[in-house]
């Protein structure tokens, strides 16, 4: 499958954006999908997750109450709604995808259970 994220940009303190993942291919519904960014000098680490069926999220405890991560099944796209985001929010954000066939309801958040990974897009929060 291959990923192609989009939505990034520069924003200020507090606001709200939404990133978009286009995946290609018919097979979509079959990976669980994340999200990921890495700020500058930082290790990537992990953001959200959403199970195949869309039932089951999780996200890293900095974002919670914050981003909200969803998907389109029918449209193969998964997305990461933003809000009051700050400073620290900046970074590369990639989306992920993997493994293929893994449980219905199952979520990942570590870097090595993804195979397949979007290019990122940068999101810069100015002060």
């Known amino acids: 499958v291959q990923l192609q994220a989009s939505g990034g940009g520069l924003v200020q303190t507090g606001d709200s954006v939404r990133l978009s993942c286009a995946a290609s291919g018919r097979t979509f519904s079959t990976y669980s999908m994340g999200w990921f960014r890495q700020g500058p000098g930082k290790k990537r680490e992990f953001v959200a997750a959403?199970?195949?069926?869309?039932?089951?999220?999780y996200y890293a405890d900095s974002v919670k109450g914050r981003f909200t991560i969803s998907r389109d099944n029918a449209e193969n796209t998964v997305y990461l709604q933003m809000n009051s985001l700050k400073p620290e929010d900046t970074a590369v954000y990639s989306c992920?995808?993997?493994?293929?066939?893994?449980?219905?309801?199952?979520?990942?958040?570590?870097?090595?259970?993804?195979?397949?990974w979007g290019q990122g897009t940068q999101v810069t929060v100015s002060s």
């Open positions: 992920a995808a993997g493994p293929q066939f893994g449980g219905y309801n199952a979520i990942y958040s570590s870097v090595s259970s993804y195979n397949y």
């Open positions: 959403i199970s195949r069926s869309g039932g089951i999220t």
